[in-house]
Protein backbone atom coordinates (compact mmCIF):
# COMPACT_ATOMS: atom_id res chain seq x y z
CA UNK A 1 0.00 0.00 0.00
CA UNK A 2 1.18 3.56 -1.19
CA UNK A 3 0.21 6.90 0.31
CA UNK A 4 -0.65 9.51 -2.51
CA UNK A 5 3.07 10.90 -3.22
CA UNK A 6 5.19 8.56 -1.42
CA UNK A 7 8.28 7.00 -3.40
CA UNK A 8 7.13 4.28 -5.65
CA UNK A 9 8.47 0.45 -6.15
CA UNK A 10 11.82 0.05 -7.90
CA UNK A 11 12.79 -1.91 -10.53
CA UNK A 12 15.21 -5.01 -9.68
CA UNK A 13 14.47 -4.96 -6.30
CA UNK A 14 12.40 -6.90 -3.69
CA UNK A 15 9.61 -4.55 -4.24
CA UNK A 16 8.83 -4.14 -7.96
CA UNK A 17 5.73 -5.21 -9.60
CA UNK A 18 6.01 -5.92 -12.84
CA UNK A 19 2.10 -5.73 -13.49
CA UNK A 20 -0.44 -6.29 -10.75
CA UNK A 21 0.82 -8.57 -8.46
CA UNK A 22 -1.23 -10.95 -6.00
CA UNK A 23 -0.41 -11.70 -2.73
CA UNK A 24 -2.01 -14.28 -0.75
CA UNK A 25 -1.86 -16.42 2.75
CA UNK A 26 -4.23 -19.40 3.23
CA UNK A 27 -5.20 -21.74 6.32
CA UNK A 28 -3.88 -25.68 5.96
CA UNK A 29 -7.64 -26.50 6.30
CA UNK A 30 -8.57 -24.42 3.20
CA UNK A 31 -6.05 -25.33 0.85
CA UNK A 32 -7.53 -26.12 -2.86
CA UNK A 33 -10.55 -27.00 -1.75
CA UNK A 34 -12.99 -27.19 -4.67
CA UNK A 35 -10.19 -26.00 -6.99
CA UNK A 36 -9.20 -26.53 -10.17
CA UNK A 37 -6.04 -28.19 -11.08
CA UNK A 38 -2.92 -26.25 -12.31
CA UNK A 39 -2.16 -24.85 -15.70
CA UNK A 40 -0.21 -27.40 -18.11
CA UNK A 41 1.29 -25.71 -20.92
CA UNK A 42 3.77 -28.27 -22.21
CA UNK A 43 6.02 -26.12 -20.80
CA UNK A 44 9.13 -26.77 -18.42
CA UNK A 45 8.05 -24.99 -15.43
CA UNK A 46 9.21 -22.20 -13.87
CA UNK A 47 10.74 -20.94 -10.37
CA UNK A 48 9.12 -17.71 -8.69
CA UNK A 49 11.49 -15.56 -6.07
CA UNK A 50 10.42 -12.72 -3.77
CA UNK A 51 9.45 -11.58 -0.67
CA UNK A 52 6.34 -11.97 1.18
CA UNK A 53 5.35 -9.01 3.25
CA UNK A 54 2.84 -6.95 5.57
CA UNK A 55 0.34 -5.12 3.06
CA UNK A 56 0.27 -2.19 5.79
CA UNK A 57 3.70 -1.39 6.36
CA UNK A 58 3.81 -0.17 3.03
CA UNK A 59 1.84 2.75 3.71
CA UNK A 60 5.24 4.05 6.11
CA UNK A 61 7.83 5.91 4.93
CA UNK A 62 10.17 2.44 5.79
CA UNK A 63 8.34 1.02 3.08
CA UNK A 64 7.12 -2.59 3.00
CA UNK A 65 8.13 -4.74 5.80
CA UNK A 66 9.68 -8.61 5.33
CA UNK A 67 7.09 -11.47 7.09
CA UNK A 68 9.25 -14.43 8.54
CA UNK A 69 7.45 -18.01 8.92
CA UNK A 70 5.52 -18.18 5.86
CA UNK A 71 5.23 -20.88 3.63
CA UNK A 72 4.27 -19.83 -0.54
CA UNK A 73 2.18 -22.31 -2.52
CA UNK A 74 0.73 -22.64 -5.61
CA UNK A 75 -3.20 -22.10 -4.59
CA UNK A 76 -4.09 -24.82 -7.16
CA UNK A 77 -1.68 -26.97 -6.09
CA UNK A 78 -0.34 -26.47 -2.88
CA UNK A 79 0.38 -29.11 -1.68
CA UNK A 80 2.50 -30.01 -4.04
CA UNK A 81 4.14 -26.89 -5.08
CA UNK A 82 5.73 -25.48 -1.59
CA UNK A 83 8.57 -23.13 -0.47
CA UNK A 84 10.39 -23.44 2.62
CA UNK A 85 9.68 -20.75 5.13
CA UNK A 86 10.63 -17.08 4.55
CA UNK A 87 13.17 -15.78 6.54
CA UNK A 88 13.59 -12.97 8.80
CA UNK A 89 13.07 -10.73 5.74
CA UNK A 90 10.46 -12.72 4.58
CA UNK A 91 12.12 -14.31 1.00
CA UNK A 92 11.03 -17.30 -0.23
CA UNK A 93 11.94 -19.32 -3.54
CA UNK A 94 8.78 -21.49 -4.65
CA UNK A 95 10.25 -23.82 -7.36
CA UNK A 96 7.84 -25.68 -9.93
CA UNK A 97 5.10 -23.89 -11.29
CA UNK A 98 3.62 -24.35 -14.16
CA UNK A 99 4.48 -22.19 -17.08
CA UNK A 100 1.06 -19.62 -17.87
CA UNK A 101 -1.52 -18.69 -15.77
CA UNK A 102 -2.21 -16.08 -14.84
CA UNK A 103 -1.56 -18.08 -11.05
CA UNK A 104 -2.62 -17.45 -7.70
CA UNK A 105 0.00 -17.63 -5.13
CA UNK A 106 -0.67 -18.40 -1.67
CA UNK A 107 1.20 -18.10 1.98
CA UNK A 108 0.48 -20.17 4.54
CA UNK A 109 1.76 -18.59 8.35
CA UNK A 110 3.44 -21.39 9.79
CA UNK A 111 5.59 -18.99 13.36
CA UNK A 112 3.72 -18.67 16.24
CA UNK A 113 2.51 -15.48 15.95
CA UNK A 114 0.39 -16.83 12.64
CA UNK A 115 -2.84 -15.59 13.93
CA UNK A 116 -1.83 -12.01 13.39
CA UNK A 117 -1.82 -12.54 9.62
CA UNK A 118 -5.16 -13.36 7.41
CA UNK A 119 -5.33 -16.06 4.65
CA UNK A 120 -5.11 -13.85 1.98
CA UNK A 121 -5.32 -14.32 -1.74
CA UNK A 122 -3.18 -12.81 -3.72
CA UNK A 123 -4.53 -13.51 -7.04
CA UNK A 124 -3.09 -13.28 -10.81
CA UNK A 125 0.33 -12.78 -8.76
CA UNK A 126 2.44 -14.53 -12.03
CA UNK A 127 1.57 -14.42 -15.71
CA UNK A 128 4.43 -15.15 -17.38
CA UNK A 129 6.15 -17.78 -18.96
CA UNK A 130 9.14 -16.76 -17.75
CA UNK A 131 10.97 -17.34 -14.35
CA UNK A 132 10.02 -14.38 -12.25
CA UNK A 133 12.30 -12.78 -9.29
CA UNK A 134 11.71 -9.84 -6.75
CA UNK A 135 7.98 -10.34 -6.63
CA UNK A 136 6.42 -9.08 -3.64
CA UNK A 137 3.48 -10.99 -2.28
CA UNK A 138 1.60 -9.24 0.47
CA UNK A 139 0.08 -10.43 4.15
CA UNK A 140 -2.74 -8.65 5.80
CA UNK A 141 -2.10 -7.86 9.22
CA UNK A 142 -5.38 -8.39 11.82
CA UNK A 143 -3.99 -7.17 15.13
CA UNK A 144 -5.64 -4.33 16.94
CA UNK A 145 -4.89 -2.04 14.47
CA UNK A 146 -5.67 -3.50 11.69
CA UNK A 147 -7.81 -2.26 8.74
CA UNK A 148 -9.45 -5.87 8.99
CA UNK A 149 -9.87 -5.23 12.46
CA UNK A 150 -11.70 -2.03 12.27
CA UNK A 151 -13.59 -3.28 9.55
CA UNK A 152 -15.26 -6.02 11.81
CA UNK A 153 -15.89 -3.30 14.14
CA UNK A 154 -18.17 -1.69 11.08
CA UNK A 155 -19.85 -5.64 10.99
CA UNK A 156 -17.88 -6.44 7.67
CA UNK A 157 -16.18 -9.73 8.43
CA UNK A 158 -13.91 -10.36 5.16
CA UNK A 159 -11.74 -13.34 6.96
CA UNK A 160 -15.12 -14.87 7.97
CA UNK A 161 -17.06 -14.59 4.30
CA UNK A 162 -14.58 -14.25 2.06
CA UNK A 163 -13.37 -10.82 0.49
CA UNK A 164 -11.45 -8.35 -1.09
CA UNK A 165 -9.52 -5.50 -0.36
CA UNK A 166 -7.65 -3.61 -3.49
CA UNK A 167 -5.71 -0.38 -4.17
CA UNK A 168 -5.43 1.78 -7.44
CA UNK A 169 -2.07 3.39 -7.96
CA UNK A 170 -0.95 5.35 -11.01
CA UNK A 171 3.30 4.79 -11.86
CA UNK A 172 4.52 8.23 -12.46
CA UNK A 173 8.34 7.06 -13.68
CA UNK A 174 9.66 5.18 -9.98
CA UNK A 175 7.10 6.37 -8.09
CA UNK A 176 3.38 4.57 -7.82
CA UNK A 177 0.88 7.07 -6.11
CA UNK A 178 -2.28 6.23 -4.83
CA UNK A 179 -4.86 8.13 -6.70
CA UNK A 180 -8.06 9.60 -5.07
CA UNK A 181 -12.01 9.61 -6.92
CA UNK A 182 -11.97 5.77 -8.73
CA UNK A 183 -15.29 4.20 -8.71
CA UNK A 184 -15.34 0.39 -8.32
CA UNK A 185 -17.34 -2.40 -10.33
CA UNK A 186 -17.63 -5.78 -9.51
CA UNK A 187 -18.73 -8.68 -11.59
CA UNK A 188 -20.36 -10.84 -10.59
CA UNK A 189 -21.98 -8.65 -7.63
CA UNK A 190 -21.12 -8.89 -4.71
CA UNK A 191 -21.62 -6.91 -1.35
CA UNK A 192 -21.98 -3.22 -0.62
CA UNK A 193 -18.48 -1.61 -2.30
CA UNK A 194 -16.96 0.16 0.30
CA UNK A 195 -14.20 3.47 0.84
CA UNK A 196 -11.21 3.18 2.86
CA UNK A 197 -10.62 6.50 4.03
CA UNK A 198 -7.99 5.82 6.53
CA UNK A 199 -5.51 3.19 7.53
CA UNK A 200 -6.04 3.09 11.38
CA UNK A 201 -2.53 2.10 12.19
CA UNK A 202 -1.79 5.97 10.69
CA UNK A 203 -4.23 7.76 11.75
CA UNK A 204 -6.02 6.23 14.78
CA UNK A 205 -8.25 9.29 15.64
CA UNK A 206 -10.53 8.87 12.70
CA UNK A 207 -12.97 6.54 10.84
CA UNK A 208 -11.64 3.52 8.62
CA UNK A 209 -14.47 3.47 6.01
CA UNK A 210 -15.99 6.61 4.44
CA UNK A 211 -19.52 6.55 4.83
CA UNK A 212 -21.84 3.95 3.30
CA UNK A 213 -23.01 5.10 -0.38
CA UNK A 214 -19.79 6.56 -1.09
CA UNK A 215 -18.52 5.86 -4.77
CA UNK A 216 -14.79 6.71 -4.73
CA UNK A 217 -11.58 6.06 -3.25
CA UNK A 218 -10.14 8.55 -0.98
CA UNK A 219 -6.54 9.49 -1.36
CA UNK A 220 -5.54 5.68 0.04
CA UNK A 221 -7.12 4.76 -2.96
CA UNK A 222 -8.10 1.51 -1.16
CA UNK A 223 -11.56 -0.21 -1.08
CA UNK A 224 -13.50 -3.35 -0.21
CA UNK A 225 -15.51 -5.85 -1.51
CA UNK A 226 -17.19 -7.67 0.72
CA UNK A 227 -18.00 -10.98 -0.93
CA UNK A 228 -21.94 -11.96 -1.84
CA UNK A 229 -22.42 -15.45 -1.07
CA UNK A 230 -21.89 -18.56 -2.80
CA UNK A 231 -18.08 -18.88 -2.44
CA UNK A 232 -17.27 -17.01 -6.48
CA UNK A 233 -14.21 -18.54 -8.36
CA UNK A 234 -14.20 -16.11 -10.56
CA UNK A 235 -14.90 -12.03 -9.84
CA UNK A 236 -13.75 -9.53 -11.71
CA UNK A 237 -13.33 -6.01 -9.72
CA UNK A 238 -12.69 -3.22 -12.16
CA UNK A 239 -11.94 0.39 -11.32
CA UNK A 240 -12.71 3.16 -13.37
CA UNK A 241 -12.47 6.69 -13.13
CA UNK A 242 -9.66 9.68 -11.45
CA UNK A 243 -8.47 10.42 -15.09
CA UNK A 244 -6.66 7.01 -15.69
CA UNK A 245 -7.82 3.57 -16.67
CA UNK A 246 -6.81 0.84 -14.19
CA UNK A 247 -5.95 -3.01 -14.37
CA UNK A 248 -8.75 -5.26 -13.66
CA UNK A 249 -8.25 -8.30 -11.25
CA UNK A 250 -10.17 -11.32 -11.35
CA UNK A 251 -9.96 -13.32 -8.51
CA UNK A 252 -11.75 -15.94 -5.74
CA UNK A 253 -13.86 -14.74 -3.06
CA UNK A 254 -14.37 -17.67 -0.17
CA UNK A 255 -15.18 -17.92 3.07
CA UNK A 256 -11.83 -17.96 5.40
CA UNK A 257 -10.00 -16.10 3.15
CA UNK A 258 -9.19 -12.41 2.23
CA UNK A 259 -7.62 -11.27 -1.14
CA UNK A 260 -5.57 -8.32 -2.00
CA UNK A 261 -4.62 -6.63 -4.89
CA UNK A 262 -2.88 -3.35 -6.52
CA UNK A 263 -4.68 -1.59 -9.93
CA UNK A 264 -2.28 -0.03 -11.42
CA UNK A 265 -3.03 2.93 -14.41
CA UNK A 266 -2.75 1.76 -17.55
Known amino acids: MLRAGEPG???????????????????????CAGCAGPVDSGRDPITVRGRVVDAETCA?????????????ALLTAAERVRSEPTGLEGAFEL???????????????????????????????????????????YVLP???????????AEGIDLVATGGYIGQVVVAEG?????????????????G????????????????ALKDPGATTT???????????????????????GGGSSFEWITTPLRPGLVSFAIHRAL
Open 95 to 137: SGVPAGGPHHLVGIPQDTAAARWAATINPMAVDSGEDVFGLEL
Open 60 to 72: STAGCQGVPGVVV
Open 9 to 31: LQPGSACYHDRAMGRLVLACALV
Open 142 to 152: QDSDALLTALR
Open 192 to 207: EIRYVQVLPRYVPDEP
Open 174 to 190: ATLTAVEGVGVSASPPQ
Open 218 to 240: SAFGLFVVPSGGGSPEAVRLAPS
